[in-house]
């Protein structure tokens, strides 16, 4: 288990990488390992 804390801090990051490209396959991948995190941490799917 993660914190929820610690996750966001984390998706936090991870929702930078996803603006700062246009690329549909790395942004697939950055809502993917989000979504991992939201359920390692029990927090709902976006």
Known sequence: ???AQDA???IA???AAY?????LEARA???RL???LR???GQALE
């Open 13 to 15: 990051f991870l929702s």
């Open 34 to 36: 989000a979504n991992e």
């Open 8 to 10: 966001n801090t984390i």
């Open 1 to 3: 288990m993660i914190s």
């Open 29 to 31: 991948e950055f809502h």
């Open 19 to 23: 603006n700062a490209t246009q690329d």
């Open 39 to 41: 359920k390692a941490s």
